[in-house]
């Protein structure tokens, strides 16, 4: 009893003077509060802050809108809305969406909570009482879910598109440069010669294989929550399956509880991004190395590089640097959604609202570093010259040897320790192999003869690597040819 009146005092004198209290409820203002009713006090000025999605959320405000158009005529189509109803929030929905394209000011509002209730409260603001009945049979669990996919299917068609730009961009420079050879590598140090195109060609594999990803995740995003309503399903009438054919999704999810707690569809499409980021942080590792002044594989201009501040001679690859950096972020994101996840007990949780900017960063991210790859692909010159002379020197040829000798009977292993020890001779005289007199070659095998000379050119070391998916002209021009044609489909 003492207890009580003791609450009693706290709430109606100490709770009404802190001033944080006021400011919340001003903050949100009760008529824009979508859930009011059984609250007699007021939000906390703080936590209303803290709470607040829309400043992030509004990106969805043209799919919580196409959201809200198809929830409306499911209702009118099952009887719940009527027909004049129906017809004035429709009118609502289309003006408040005018309004947002053509207003500035418009997402100005200090007070709505999240885009959900933003959109409700200028349908009211517009339309009137009928607006109070665009809610019906939903809650803001399925309808966030329901416009997030929305947002995302979309989203991914864009970043798919980047995707097909940036590898058309790879076929593009590989073709400007058809007959350049460069040092292949393996733990950076030279290996075996290989085409130009080749090396383009596997970073086109790469995002190849992205684009697949990315179709997949669509395909899992594309389903529709709505009718899930709070967690049991809705006890309209409404016909899902037709309101999903409305909006486009390949279907409806089949468990409420799941539809309104199931974000693997965000976790999976930061996963797709990482590996996407992964595949762009490797090839701008590249070109970072080759643009070096120690490489001068490749010339950078002036459209993609940036000076230094202090030292006059430095052009910096600050472009491929920072698509580099941003694979972190997009990795975090990852992790981050995944840890959200973890642990939530069915079904909503407002700890999923931590989704939204993750989801935004990563598709922002992706998008526009695979844009930038693409630019920076277009902007840059292969110095043909030098990565020629490169991958003619460095003892790469070192297996054509070997090869040479075990088709000449000798078992490989053996001819492996042989030009081993040829390889160490021609260090001690500074020349490559092909530089070797014969006899002295002979030195070390009476299998060499006249025609190994042949055997160790560069294009015989090119041209032997001739089944598919190795770096001989033909095999590469296939590719070529094959890779452009996919990207048409
Ligand atoms: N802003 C919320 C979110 O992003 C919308 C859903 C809120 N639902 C709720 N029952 N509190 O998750």
Known sequence: MHLFSNFERLKSCEFDRNPRVTQGAKLLSESQ?????????????????????????????????????????????????????????????HAIRERASADSTFFNDQAAEDVHSFIEARLIETIGDAGRRLHTGRSRNDQVATALRLWL?????????????????????????????????????????????????????????????????????????????????????????????????????????????????CVEFAGAGSLIMAHLSRLAEDIIIYATTEFGFIELSDAVATGSSLMPQKKNPDAMELVRGKAGRVFGHTLGLLTTIKGLPLTYNKDMQEDKEAVFDVAD??????????????????????????????????????????????????????????????IGRGVELHELALNELRNFSPLIEEDVFDALSLERTLATKSQTGGTAPEQVTNALAAARASLDM
């Open 365 to 426: 991210t992706v998008r526009t570093s695979l844009d930038v790859t693409a630019t920076v692909l277009r902007n840059m010159r292969l110095r043909e010259e030098r990565t020629r002379d490169a991958a003619t020197r460095g003892y790469m040829n070192a297996t054509e040897l070997a090869d040479y000798l075990a088709r000449r009977g000798m078992p490989f292993r053996e001819a492996h320790d042989a030009v081993g020890r040829i390889v160490l001779h021609a």
């Open 153 to 265: 299917r979309d989203e991914i068609d864009h970043i798919s598109e980047s995707a097909r730009a940036a590898e058309r961009a790879l076929l593009d420079v590989a073709e400007a440069h058809r007959a350049a050879v460069l040092p292949g590598y393996t733990h950076l140090q030279r290996a075996q010669p290989i085409l130009w195109a080749h090396w383009c060609l596997a970073y086109f594999e790469m995002l190849a294989r992205d684009r697949e990803r990315l179709a997949e995740v669509r395909r899992r995003t594309n389903v529709m929550p709505l009718g899930s309503a709070a967690l049991a399903g809705t006890s309209y009438p409404v016909d899902r399956e037709g309101i999903a054919r409305a909006l486009q999704f390949e279907g409806v999810t089949r468990n409420s509880l799941d539809a309104v707690s199931d974000r693997d569809f």
């Open 33 to 93: 509060k979508l859930w009011g009713g059984r609250f007699t006090g007021a939000t906390d000025a703080g936590f209303a802050t803290y709470n607040r999605s829309f400043d992030f959320d509004r990106r969805l405000f043209d799919a919580d809108v196409r959201g809200s158009l198809a929830h409306c005529e499911g209702l009118r189509a099952a009887g719940v809305l009527s027909d004049e109803d129906a017809a004035t929030i429709t009118r609502g929905l």
